[in-house]
């Protein structure tokens, strides 16, 4: 299994990072995609990152008010340690009415770095699946993840459409709408996630990598297939989406 999008960086990981990861393996993850979430975390991420068991992912959380061209600058110098751009996005939750604007702009930035850098999306949508996928539809972008999608159904689908990945949190086992995402979308468009330290399948506690093993149980269950299926599917698409080599 891989985990294509996790936080390594957190407090709550890593502070003891090594347990996190040996726990990782001994669940049969093969590789891990720790994303960055502002400037600094990104510099991070470029640390932990050994680019054999975990690679890196730059980018810069919606919600953050940074100067997005001196993360732009970091993933430029950084293109040959990266797999992906993310997680960036757009967040109508967090971010007020009039933060929207500047958010597409960012947003629609980072769309033009990953297409210049020729590197997929990691993106993050909270109460605005509807307006990333027009987004991404718009600039013709070919290859992206969208993490945790909260969005309808009839919207993912679109997405999907395209050729977009969705990738599924532990929360599935507790949330109705991951649930009907997993029913609807076929097995190609999905990917296992932990977004660890949070998304767990318990509200509230503290998220690991290895409980993306749960997303895989839990998607065979709703397609009524078998785990190794959803296991192989998985990490076919993400070997092959990210150039991870084996
Ligand atoms: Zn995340």
Redesign the pocket.
């Known amino acids: 299994m891989i985990d294509v ?3 390594l960086t957190e407090h709550a990981l890593a502070s003891n990072l090594d347990q996190v990861l040996e726990e990782a393996r001994k669940t049969g993850i093969t590789h891990l995609i720790t ?1 960055g ?1 502002s400037y600094e975390d990104d510099l991070r991420v470029l640390e932990v990152a050994d680019n054999k068991y975990v690679s890196a992912s730059l980018g810069l959380m919606p919600y953050y008010n940074e100067d997005p061209e001196k993360v732009v600058e970091l993933i430029k110098v950084s293109r040959d340690k990266i797999v992906a751009v993310g ?1 960036v996005g757009l967040d109508y939750y967090l971010g007020n009415a009039g933060d929207r604007e500047r958010q597409i702009k960012v947003f629609t930035l980072m769309i033009e770095t990953a297409r210049d850098l020729d590197l997929p999306l ?1 993106i ?1 949508s909270r109460s605005a699946g509807k307006y990333a996928i027009d987004l991404l539809i718009k600039h013709g972008v070919e290859k992206a993840v969208m ?2 999608f909260d969005g309808s159904v009839g919207h993912a689908m679109r997405g999907a459409e395209k050729g977009y990945f969705f990738s599924i949190p532990p929360s599935v086992i507790r949330s109705e709408q991951k649930q009907k995402l997993v029913k609807r979308l076929k097995l190609e468009n999905l990917l296992l ?1 932990s ?1 660890a330290p ?2 767990g399948p318990e509200k509230g506690v503290i998220n690991h990598p290895k409980n993306i093993a749960l997303s895989a149980q839990f998607i065979a269950r709703l397609k009524n297939i078998s785990l190794d299926k959803v296991v192989e599917a998985t990490t076919e698409s993400a070997l092959h989406l990210f150039k991870i080599n084996r």
């Open positions: 999008h996790c936080h994303s979430t997680e990691v993050h993490h945790a996630e977004d949070s998304l």
